[in-house]
């Protein structure tokens, strides 16, 4: 049975850090490639980083990009995000998923479909 599990959410103010994780269990996880989620109240979820199975490839969504980083550590089936430099509209819960990829190509996912496996998020708050 595959189980996806985020951690590290939490209350910080405005311009702090967050390091989140999320740890993989029940799949080969080296086979996947993972990526971030993110939902806001009122809001749908929303793309906000990937990473392809191998670590040689990120995408990240606009927003973020200079202030988060996604890495992974396939000996530990964990993938994390690291956040920087937070506002208050990255308040959102954080959503942890991963995509199957059986062609080994270094593809980095970006729509809610290509994900198979979710996990039950994690809530970060930002404030002002």
């Known amino acids: 049975q595959v189980h996806v599990v985020e951690s590290g959410g939490g209350l910080v103010q405005a311009g702090g850090s967050l390091r989140l994780s999320c740890a993989a269990s029940?799949?080969?996880?080296?086979?996947?490639?993972m990526g971030w989620f993110r939902q806001a109240p009122g809001k749908e979820r929303d793309f906000v980083a990937a990473?392809?199975?191998?670590?040689?490839?990120?995408y990240y969504t606009k927003s973020v990009k200079g202030r988060f980083t996604i890495s992974r550590d396939n000996a530990k089936n964990t993938v994390y995000l690291q956040m920087n430099s937070l506002k208050p509209e990255d308040t959102a819960v954080y959503y942890c998923a991963a995509s199957f990829q059986p062609g080994r190509g270094e593809i980095v996912p970006v729509r809610e479909y290509e994900y198979y496996y979710w996990g039950q998020g994690t809530q970060v708050t930002v404030s002002s």
């Open positions: 029940g799949l080969t996880f080296s086979r996947y490639a």
């Open positions: 990473i392809s199975w191998s670590d040689s490839r990120t």
